[in-house]
């Protein structure tokens, strides 16, 4: 269950750093009341996964959900570049997280 919360968080850290674009410097009402929801559930969730997960390896998966999917949807949604060394580095990350969640 710790897993899926943790999961679950790195979505919703996907969900509010993409709804900063969206805000627009915080001007629009409906972005911004979304992006703060997703904030706090992205640190509640994360937070109930800390009581069973080891700190480091939960944090550092969670920034690497959210890094990873918010350079994806950033080459999708705003049409930012797309080069071998930026999916490169995305595959360091996904390897990572993949190797912290096979040692914790």
């Known amino acids: 269950m710790p897993w899926i919360l943790l999961t679950l968080a790195g979505l919703f850290e996907i969900g509010w750093a993409i709804g900063l674009k969206y805000t627009d410097g915080f001007t629009k009402l409906v ?3 979304l992006t703060a929801g997703s904030m706090l559930v992205s640190i509640v969730l ?3 996964a800390v009581k069973t997960l080891p700190m480091g390896t939960a944090y550092a998966i969670w920034t690497g959900i959210g890094t990873v999917g918010t350079v994806i949807l950033g080459i999708v949604l705003f049409a ?3 080069t071998a060394m930026r ?3 995305i595959a360091l ?3 990572g997280i993949l190797g912290l969640k096979f040692v914790a």
């Open 31 to 33: 972005p911004t009341v």
């Open 46 to 48: 994360l937070g109930l």
């Open 80 to 82: 930012e570049p797309v």
């Open 87 to 89: 999916i490169g580095c």
């Open 93 to 95: 990350i996904v390897t």
